[in-house]
DNA sequence: TAATCATTTTGTCCTAGACAATGTGTTGAC
DNA sequence: GTCAACACATTGTCTAGGACAAAATGATTA
């Protein structure tokens, strides 16, 4: 990471810090005021300028924090211990595959946009679209998670990364046209959780189930889910939830959503955002793995009478038993 | 628009009215305060819960305030006067072929998606790339945008446009692999910034020029954009802006950017939100239309030693004069 | 070992005042 | 009549410290 001299930067008032390490102004106030970290200085209207070495700070600690220490803990620690905590491998996290991903996550290090961009193609047409998404692409978006929050990768690699994944799948999945299957299923997130690798990989594994897939993109009001659930005439709607986003306020807008939402549509949810999720919460379906998406289909197509088809059976157009 | 009375809803919290509409917290107290509008209820701890109607209108609010119309005349008015505001055309801000358009929007408000991806394809077929993104794509993004602030339509149908239009992008832009060509070009945005629209259709009119850009997909730090930069070695930085983003906001992050961006790199930044820039910002080049864009890369080119190459020449690799 | 309870931690919400940045309207000069 | 400069109104954001509930941690018991 590049940690340059900057000249002439008097410091960030509250709200670029804001946007910048994603903490809210309350809390960087009231971090302040418990454990004296930041320390901003202040301009002539007496508001908060934070100096440049502190927002790279901060970001280190919010990445740390992503990875499950707390708060209290970290502001407590100098630059040493912060940076000893970034080395430190959490076992427990780590993926299977192991072996087999490092040759991937040295493209991403090394930002090889065009051999990434081959390499997907040609293990996609190896292993065929399903196997790729949960044995390949799902294990390494995780991995470079992890890698981001070990800080050996930047935003920047990530970024890119996740562009290279999101133009292989649209390109993909643009030729595969929506077929007339059921069930119907609308692909979003709530507002605030932009991220739409989570959608694009449901589409792909549910377009080969011969399901429905309706992707409306990250971020609908919930009142506009429920107009569009209607409209399109889904049987249920599944949302996506990225570990960024926090479990209260996924639990919250969840059941905002299931509160409007008409009870003869389900509501899946799906994601990382969802394994912090501890209490079930009525007429959701929560769902931290893949395997709680086939459940989830298997269930509703016996519920509704439609017989079991595997993914690997050759699939005719589903008909009511 | 749907307006159904939902059962059992004693009010949203302050944050969730905040993700719903999309008006900061601070924002909807001080309303309160001034105005004696929303008018909350209180739960038992004293915290507010904001009936649904009520969030209903704050939506409506906000999108006539994206319009331009103004908090204090808005929040003075009833829901009979607000209707009317709905329906008011803004004149001005008609844009031309509205004639043509007007099969495109019947197929966004019909919401027909087969028929407006067919489409899409067909156009550009048609005109070309460049011809099609800015005679068609860009028109019709405004056009929607314009159709939104009226209520004609509701996000929903904003967001499956636009995911049918990423989508089109996407596979296009995937079998027109970068060049080697000049200059290298950043594409991305700025945190809180989510559209990816405008990244998009600069890809594409700067692949067709010989211009290699690099997609880095929207929200990067500041930081990260400056390291970005300097790894992936490109000639300018280019951001786009949507108008739904704070001209106060753009215009820090700019200065933020620049002030930390080597000087041997350019910064561009576009679209609707930088209208509304009044000062402009040393060193960095706002391009309100796209004719800017073209602007600033005849402007480069010819810093650079470069021939002018047009778009109607059929292009071989740039080489300096 | 697993489950229940008590305790600490931590983010968000509260009030109400202040100010700067922007928008609007008015005056005056040409 | 048109345009610049001014004064005034509007509006979002920032400040302060107190309060509380949800979540995580540690202690106790079955």
């Known amino acids: 990471m590049i940690t340059e001299a900057m000249p002439f930067v ?36 007496g508001e908060r300028l934070y100096a440049p070495m502190q927002v790279q700070r901060l970001t280190q600690i919010k990445r740390l924090m992503d990875r499950g220490y707390r708060p209290g803990k970290l502001l407590a620690l100098d630059d040493a211990a912060l940076a000893a905590l970034d080395e430190a491998r959490p076992g427990v996290l780590a993926s299977p595959n192991v072996q087999h991903l490092d040759n991937w996550m040295h493209l991403v290090e090394t930002h090889d946009s065009e051999a990434l961009q081959r390499q997907f193609y040609r293990e996609m047409g190896k292993l065929g679209l399903a196997s790729f998404v949960l044995d390949i692409v799902a294990p390494l978006i995780t991995r470079v998670g992890e890698a981001w929050s070990r800080n050996e990768i930047g935003i920047f690699e990530e970024h890119l990364f996740s562009q290279h994944l999101e133009k292989m799948f649209r390109s993909v999945l643009a030729n595969m046209s929506p077929q007339q299957g059921s069930p119907r299923l609308l692909l979003t997130t709530l507002s605030g959780e932009e991220h739409t690798l989570g959608l694009l990989m449901v589409e792909a594994l549910m377009v080969v189930e011969d399901v429905c897939p309706v992707l409306l993109g990250p971020q609908t009001p919930i009142d506009e889910i429920v107009r ?6 889904v049987d249920a709607v599944c949302l996506s939830f990225s570990s960024a986003y926090s479990p209260t306020l996924s639990a919250q807008g969840l059941r905002d959503l299931r509160q409007m939402l008409p009870a003869g549509i389900e509501l899946w949810a799906g994601g990382y955002g969802v394994k912090a999720i501890r209490k079930p919460i009525d007429g959701v379906c929560l769902m931290p793995e893949f395997q709680g998406l086939y459940d989830c289909l298997a269930k509703w197509r016996t519920q509704h009478g439609y017989e079991p088809v595997s993914a690997s059976v050759i699939s005719l157009p589903a008909t009511p038993k």
């Open 10 to 45: 008097p410091g960030l008032p509250i709200s670029s810090v804001e946007r910048e390490t994603g903490l809210s102004k309350d809390t960087l106030r009231v971090w302040e005021r418990r454990y004296g970290f930041p320390t901003p200085e202040r301009d002539a209207n």
């Open 228 to 233: 569009a659930a209607q409209l399109k005439q």
